[in-house]
Antibody, heavy 119, light 112 residues
Framework: QVQLQESGPGLVKPSETLSLTCIVS????????WNWIRQPAGKGLEWIGR???????NYNPSLKSRVTMSVDTSENHFSLRLTSLTAADTAVYYC?????????????WGQGTMVTVSS | DIVMTQSPLSLPVTPGEPASISCRSS???????????VDWYLQKPGQSPQLLMY???TRASGVPDRFSGSGSGTDFTLKISRVEAEDVGIYYC?????????FGQGTKVEIK
């Protein structure tokens, strides 16, 4: 059974860069899309983007200038890098797998990791 | 971006009774292949979201058949035929026709 686990710093200073990793266990990272989605406390969901296992990304245009996603098939994990952080980036960050069918809906999610941007 | 608007935002329900959530999009979500690129998710309290429905009306693996999805174009509905206590949480619709994928504001379902 595929499981996802996010890891990264809980606290990041404004203007700095956030780096998160999602470790995929119980299955291969190859052949799937992998998403990052975030949720500010008490608010709704925002799709940050996704990356295919071959490294091809799709980013939310609102974040595109600050986002980089990467995938490491040898280590079976994928990563998110978000630069120039502000308080508005404070949120729970989820990684998820895109399903194998149709438009690859996020069908398996990690538990989420809370990221606070504060000095 | 395509705007997804859900109603109601809060839905008190009685166990055993039906429930319905509406989702409207600012643009048609019909793909060239004729299918609607709409998902429904449920985020139970303290948990990550889980996929309930894709293509507007196809239940994801393991989703009970008391959940059903319908609609086409810009109007979509998620129905629960008989609400159970475990169905409480926040329901989100999401469009996957255009990048960026966008979600509705969420509908909080709680037991009366």
């Amino acid at each position: 059974q595929v499981q996802l686990q996010e890891s990264g710093p809980g606290l990041v200073k404004p203007s700095e860069t956030l780096s998160l990793t999602c470790i995929v266990s119980g299955g291969s990272i190859s052949g799937y899309y992998w998403n990052w989605i975030r949720q500010p406390a008490g608010k709704g969901l925002e799709w940050i983007g996704r990356i295919y296992s071959n490294g091809s990304p799709n980013y939310n245009p609102s974040l595109k200038s600050r986002v980089t996603m990467s995938v490491d098939t040898s280590e079976n994990h994928f990563s998110l890098r978000l630069t120039s952080l502000t308080a508005a980036d404070t949120a729970v960050y989820y990684c998820s797998r895109g399903s194998s069918t149709w438009y690859h809906s996020p069908d398996i999610w990690g538990q989420g990791t809370m990221v606070t941007v504060s000095s | 971006d395509i705007v997804m608007t859900q109603s109601p935002l809060s839905l008190p329900v009685t166990p055993g009774e039906p429930a319905s959530i509406s989702c409207r999009s600012s643009e048609s979500l019909v793909h060239n292949n004729g299918y609607n690129y709409v998902d429904w998710y449920l985020q139970k309290p303290g948990q990550s979201p889980q996929l309930l429905m894709y293509l507007g009306s196809t239940r994801a693996s393991g989703v009970p058949d008391r959940f059903s999805g319908s609609g086409s174009g810009t109007d979509f509905t998620l129905k629960i035929s008989r609400v159970e206590a475990e169905d409480v949480g926040i329901y989100y619709c999401m469009q996957a026709l255009q990048i960026p994928w966008t979600f509705g504001q969420g509908t909080k379902v709680e037991i009366k």
